[in-house]
Every structure is written in C-alpha cells, then in structure tokens.
C-alpha cells in the first residue's frame, strides 16, 4: 500500500503562507512537501515572500511548472498556445494549464492529502481538485473536512451506519443529544450545514473522531492512516490570527497588502492589492488596476502589451482607456464612495473592502 503524502501549496498569497507556518509549528510530526506553481508572472513580492518562507520552514518549497521544456515563461508559452486569447472568469484556461495541472501531475496516483488555507471566517470551499486520490484537509476551520467527506458522512443513507460508528468510539459518556441529531434525517428545514454545525457545538474532538473513524472504512487517502494529529484540534484562525502569524514569524506580510495613501478633490483614502496572483490577474477590481499604474507603472505597461487583437484583460474596457486621467480620477472616487459605505457598516480591513469577491477565483491561485 502506498504511504499518504502530505502537501502544502504556496499561492504566494497571505492565508497559505501562514498555513504552512501555522503546520510547521503545530505539527512537527507531518512530514510536508511544500509546492508552489509559478506562472512567471507574479509580483516580486511574492517571490520574495517564498524566499523568506523557504528560510523559515527549512525545507525546499517545490517549484512546479506548467511548461518545463518551454523556453518561455510558463503563461507566455499557453498564451502562444491559445492564439493570444486572454484568459478571463469564463476562460480560465489559466488556472488549468499554470496550477491544477502541473499540481496533479506532481501527485500522480499517490495517496494525498493536501492542506489548504481556508479561514475560519470565510465561506467557501476552496476547490483544488477532483481527483479522488486527493483528499482536502481545511486546517484553520472548525470543520476540517471538505464537503463531499461531510455530506457523504451525515446522507440520510448513511445513518444507521454513523449511529453504530459512534456507538464504537471510545467517548467517556455517550451523548443522547448527539445520537439524536445523527438520527435526524436532512431535509429541507435541516440542512446539512444545520446538521453539521449543532454536531460540531456538541464537541469538535468528538465529531473529528467520528469522521476519521467513517473514513476508515472508505477510499479516502486518510483511510489508511493509523493517527492523524489535526482529529485533536479546535483551533479557528480568522484574518487577524494570518496577519499575526506572518508578522511574528518573521516571513513577513507581502508588500503589495499594504495600505498606500491617496488623494483625490481633498479626499484622501488608501489603495492596495488585495490578494496573490499574476500581476495582470483579471480577477482584481479596477482600484488594484490603478494601484498597479501607479505603484508598478511598468508591469502595467506590460499588462498592457498582451491586450491585442481585441482581446482585453477587463470586458468593454481596454487597460489604455483606464489610465486616463479621468477615469483615473472616476474610479478613485467610485472607490472613496464604496469604502465610505463599506467603513461604516462592515470589517476595519481594507482588503476585505477590496475582495470582496474573494471567493471568486481560486485556492490555487490567490489563498
Ligand atoms: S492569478 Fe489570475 S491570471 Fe494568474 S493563473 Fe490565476 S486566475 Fe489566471
């Protein structure tokens, strides 16, 4: 039987950075290999955050890439590949080609499982892949399973399985209330999310326990796993806990997430970026556009360069009509207006003004 590989990949983005910290501090145990896939085109900063996390894990974070016999930078060889037509939300073919690819090549068939860096205080699930040799493990939520674990765990059709499971585990009392809810059927006034979280209040350690004994008796790489340290763990890190865990580590926060100040008719206001990614990633808002004209004029140049042949990074709006000065000045004030609204009713933090698509995208490329 092959042995489980655990894996780590660094976006170059904050929560998995601090993910790969937060597991080499807690559980020394794992043996991780820690992976990155490099488009070619992220900022410096990232790089160099790679850099500084490599010195303090003390380990080789593995370089992966979409294109290794090419003589061109990894997104310029497929950009080749696919006529110059731009990648956009609907045409990812990006992400597939840079990330999942070069990623599931690097596992193969082998069991995994792959740490992702999810935070407590967001909901998403972070899709990585579909392969079924490849099990995600969410280590700053409260529920550390992924979705197709929980539903296929807690369906109605497994249920008299998951009482007798329970009934198996070594708990010193046996809870009424917990056998109750494993009974209750899902249905449309009991969700699975409804069913999951009052399991969850009941006790995490004991609901752990409970998955990693149902997956015992399934295909999941943890099946064959006699221990598995994360079963013992209640911690929830949420944004704060990601920007603590880089400042204190000494990795330090990626440049491009700090605040820089502007100001427009009298009004002054602060712009970054709001997450990982290429620098030309069409993902980020028309705000971080700007803050690239201005903060790194020539990789918006750049940016610019690739917009041929009618293909744009941004739908209708080609990047050289962005940078006049008026709508310079319009999105600036656009941006002012948002954030006075946001400032008002919602979080401190400017990046999550600024993402607040951050569910958009994806794990491989921005966590
Ligand atoms: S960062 Fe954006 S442009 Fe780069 S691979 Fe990811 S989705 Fe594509």
């Known amino acids: 039987m092959k042995k489980v590989r655990h894996v780590l ?36 900063e990232t790089y160099k955050l790679i850099d500084n996390l490599e010195v303090y894990l003390g380990k080789k974070i593995i370089r992966l890439t979409g294109a290794p016999n090419s003589p061109e930078l990894p997104f310029d060889h497929f950009l080749k590949m696919y006529g110059g037509y731009l990648p956009s939300s609907n045409a990812r073919w990006c992400t597939k080609n840079l990330k999942l690819a070069p990623f599931e090549k690097f596992v193969g068939n082998d069991p995994v499982v792959s740490y992702v860096g999810i935070r407590g205080d ?41 009482l007798a499971l329970y009934g198996t585990l070594e708990q010193s009392s046996k809870s009424d209330r917990y056998i109750e809810l494993l009974k209750t059927p899902l249905s449309t006034i009991f ?103 201005e903060q790194h004029t020539e990789l918006f140049l750049k940016a610019m360069e690739y917009e041929k042949d009618g293909y744009t990074w941004i739908q209708d709006e080609p990047l050289s009509d962005l940078i006049k000065p008026e709508r310079v000045q319009q999105i600036k004030e656009e941006y002012i207006k948002r954030t006075d609204r946001k400032n008002k009713t919602q979080s401190p933090y ?11 995208g994806c794990a491989s490329c921005f966590i």
């Open 9 to 44: 990949g660094i976006s170059g983005g904050k929560d998995s950075a601090a993910l790969a910290i937060y597991m080499k501090d807690n559980y020394p145990e794992l043996d991780i290999e820690y992976y990155t896939a490099d488009t070619g085109k992220e900022l410096d």
């Open 191 to 293: 969700t699975l999310s409804q069913k999951l979280n009052q399991l969850l209040d009941l006790g995490v350690k004991e609901f752990n326990r409970l998955v990693f004994a149902f997956l015992k008796n399934s295909q999941y790489p943890l099946a064959t796993e006699e221990y598995f340290p994360l079963v013992n763990s209640e911690d929830i890190l949420i944004r704060k806990d990601i920007f603590n865990i880089l400042e204190t580590s000494g990795v330090g926060v990626p440049e491009y997430y700090k605040e820089i100040e502007f100001e427009i008719n009298g009004k002054s206001s602060t712009y970054a970026r709001s997450r990982s990614g290429c620098f030309f990633c069409f993902y980020q808002q028309k705000i971080e556009w700007v803050w690239l004209y």
């Open 350 to 360: 400017l990046l999550d003004i600024l993402s607040e698509a951050e569910g958009e």
């Open 122 to 162: 967001e909901d998403r699930e972070g899709y990585i892949s579909k392969k079924s040799n490849i099990q995600s493990i969410f280590p700053f939520r409260r529920n550390i399973w992924s979705e197709d674990v929980i539903s296929r765990m807690l369906a109605n059709s497994n249920i008299s399985a998951t």
